[in-house]
């Protein structure tokens, strides 16, 4: 599995290609296009997936040296070693383009089928707020509250419309009190033998990072099929 951080919602920003060609009214329906502007054959459904996945891909590569190693003599190609990877992104700002959960639900079922979301969300607002003033990450405290509310709401509608196969969603003021949260997502993940311990905090104290050696079991896997 490779894990990547945050990314300044880069694929909302890529969303915005497919459907900059979707509301060109020539995508799809269109079977026959001789004879005007738009001329080209039928575009399929899911025919910009690999793109968007390939996105992904690129902005969460494999440490440079072993990037350097592949498709060299006795070791795997590029394409063979991501094919037994799990790759997922930190992706924050979901909630924070112009698109409503319905629309960003329909783009990444459609490019992302086989992905799994973990939505997580703080339902104590006025603590994240706090928070926030604390770190220096925010200033403005009277309307933040509010827009976090809505953040939220789009995030549990989201989870919703995704479907409990699909997403499952986390409050973060409940499993930082209990760790089988999380080991019950793992579990859902396909995991198996596989608990947390301990947490790891990230921003522990403002930016900074605790000590705790995670540890997940000498018996964790993920099973392939």
Same mark, same amino acid.
Request: glycine residues 6%; negative net charge.
């Given at each position: 599995?490779?894990?990547?951080?945050?990314?300044?919602?880069?694929?909302?920003?890529?969303?915005?290609?497919?459907?900059?060609?979707?509301?060109?009214?020539?995508?799809?329906?269109?079977?026959?296009?001789?004879?005007?502007?738009?001329?080209?054959?039928?575009?399929?459904?899911?025919?910009?997936?690999?793109?968007?996945?390939?996105?992904?891909?690129?902005? $969460?590569?494999?440490?440079?040296?072993?990037?350097? +190693? %592949? @498709? *060299?003599?006795?070791?795997?190609?590029?394409?063979?070693? &991501?094919?037994?990877?799990?790759?997922?992104?930190?992706?924050?700002?979901?909630?924070?383009?112009?698109?409503?959960?319905?629309?960003?639900?329909?783009?990444?079922?459609?490019?992302?089928?086989?992905?799994?979301?973990?939505?997580?969300?703080?339902?104590?607002?006025?603590?994240?707020?706090?928070?926030?003033?604390?770190?220096?990450? $925010?200033?403005?405290?009277?309307?933040?509250?509010? +827009? %976090? @509310? *809505?953040?939220?709401?789009?995030?549990?509608?989201?989870? &919703?419309?995704?479907?409990?196969?699909?997403?499952?969603?986390?409050?973060?003021?409940?499993?930082?009190?209990?760790?089988?949260?999380?080991?019950?997502?793992?579990?859902?993940?396909?995991?198996?033998?596989?608990?947390?311990?301990?947490?790891?905090?990230?921003?522990?104290?403002?930016?900074?990072?605790?000590?705790?050696?995670?540890?997940?079991?000498?018996?964790?896997?993920?099973?392939?099929?």
């Amino acid at each position: 599995m490779r894990l990547s951080g945050e990314n300044k919602n880069e694929l909302f920003i890529a969303s915005k290609l497919q459907r900059n060609l979707q509301t060109s009214g020539r995508f799809e329906s269109d079977k026959k296009n001789s004879g005007d502007a738009w001329i080209h054959n039928a575009i399929p459904t899911q025919a910009l997936a690999c793109p968007m996945q390939q996105i992904m891909s690129t902005i $969460n590569p494999p440490p440079h040296e072993l990037l350097m +190693e %592949l @498709n *060299q003599p006795g070791n795997p190609s590029y394409e063979d070693y &991501e094919a037994s990877l799990i790759i997922g992104a930190k992706m924050i700002r979901i909630q924070e383009g112009d698109w409503d959960a319905m629309t960003a639900v329909a783009y990444f079922k459609e490019n992302f089928p086989c992905s799994r979301f973990i939505v997580n969300y703080r339902s104590d607002t006025d603590g994240q707020v706090k928070s926030e003033l604390k770190a220096g990450w $925010n200033s403005v405290e009277t309307t933040r509250s509010a +827009e %976090l @509310n *809505q953040y939220n709401q789009f995030l549990l509608k989201f989870a &919703e419309l995704m479907g409990p196969k699909t997403a499952q969603v986390v409050d973060m003021n409940e499993w930082v009190k209990d760790v089988s949260i999380l080991n019950d997502v793992v579990k859902w993940l396909g995991f198996k033998g596989c608990r947390f311990k301990a947490l790891l905090h990230e921003n522990h104290d403002g930016y900074g990072r605790d000590n705790t050696v995670l540890d997940l079991g000498p018996q964790c896997q993920y099973p392939h099929d």
